[in-house]
C-alpha cells in the first residue's frame, strides 16, 4: 500500500519551456503534498506544501510564479516549471500523506534538463 | 527551528558487518521521528516511524530506536542490496506537516 506514481521520470527540453509534472497517489486519498527539490549529494530541499483545494504554501526563497502548484483532487497534485531555465535543471521528487501523523509516501522524482 | 544532523556521511561495510547510523536532532516537541531508504535516481522509500523515546521498530536486518536526543538504524549482517542513502527526518510539533531532513548516510555494503 501507500503508493506514490509521479510522472514523466525524465524530461529534456529547450530553455524557456514549461513543464508540468504529475504526482498521483494511488491506493489512498492525500490530504497534503509536496515538492521537494534535490540537488546532487544533497538532502531533500522543500519547495511547497499543497492540501486539497487550498493554495500552496511556499518555502522562503521559491518562487511561487516560477514554480505552479496545483492540487485539485485528493489524488493529484501537478507542479508546472514555468519558462524553465537551466539553473531549473534539477531532480523534482513529489510526497504525499494521509492524515494526521502518517509519514509522508514518495514519487520516484523526474530529473528534469533544461538546454 | 528544528534540525537534524546525520553521522557518519559516508559509510562502507563488508558484507555481515554490522554497524550503526546517528541520527540527532533538536525538534520543538516532536511528532514523529522517520527513516527513508533512497537509492540512487529514485525517491526515498518509507522504513520507519518512531514516536517516542524508548520505541523500536524493526525490519528485516534493519532496527530502528529512539532517545530524547538522537535515532539510530541499527544494521545487522547486512547485504549488498542493503547500499543506499539513509535518510533521517524530524516532524516537529512547531511545523505543521513539514519533514525536517538530514543530510544521509550513504552506505555502501561490498561482498
Known amino acids: 500500500g501507500a503508493v506514490v506514481s509521479q510522472h514523466p521520470s525524465r524530461v529534456i527540453c529547450k530553455s524557456g519551456t514549461s513543464v508540468k509534472i504529475e504526482c498521483r497517489s494511488l491506493?489512498?486519498?492525500?490530504?497534503?503534498m509536496f515538492w521537494y527539490r534535490q540537488f546532487p549529494k544533497q538532502s531533500l530541499m522543500l519547495m511547497a506544501t499543497?492540501?486539497?483545494?487550498?493554495?500552496?504554501?511556499?518555502e522562503q526563497g521559491v518562487e511561487k510564479d516560477k514554480f505552479l502548484i496545483n492540487h485539485a483532487s485528493l489524488t493529484l497534485s501537478t507542479l508546472t516549471v514555468t519558462s524553465a531555465h537551466p539553473e531549473d535543471s534539477s531532480f523534482y521528487i513529489c510526497?504525499?500523506?494521509?492524515?494526521?501523523?502518517?509519514?509522508?509516501?514518495f514519487g520516484d522524482g523526474t530529473r528534469l534538463s533544461i538546454l | 527551528e528544528d534540525q537534524v544532523t546525520q553521522s557518519p556521511e559516508a559509510l562502507r561495510l563488508q558484507e555481515g558487518e554490522s554497524s550503526s547510523l546517528n541520527c540527532s536532532y533538536t525538534?520543538?516537541?516532536?511528532?514523529?521521528l522517520f527513516w527513508y531508504r533512497q537509492d540512487p535516481g529514485k525517491g526515498p522509500e518509507f522504513l520507519f516511524t518512531?514516536?517516542?523515546a524508548g520505541e523500536e521498530k524493526e525490519k528485516e536486518r534493519l532496527k530502528a530506536t529512539l532517545t530524547k536526543k538522537e535515532s539510530f538504524l541499527h544494521i545487522t549482517a547486512p547485504k549488498p542490496e542493503d547500499s543506499a542513502t539513509y535518510l533521517c527526518?524530524?516532524?516537529?510539533?512547531?511545523?505543521?506537516?513539514?519533514?525536517?531532513f538530514g543530510t544521509g548516510t550513504r552506505l555502501q555494503v561490498t561482498l
Open positions: 518512531l514516536y517516542s
Open positions: 491506493d489512498f486519498q492525500a490530504t497534503t
Open positions: 510526497s504525499a500523506k494521509g492524515q494526521l501523523d502518517q509519514p509522508q509516501h
Open positions: 527526518a524530524v516532524h516537529g510539533t512547531g511545523t505543521a506537516s513539514k519533514l525536517t
Open positions: 525538534v520543538s516537541g516532536l511528532r514523529g
Open positions: 499543497s492540501n486539497e483545494g487550498s493554495k500552496a504554501t511556499y
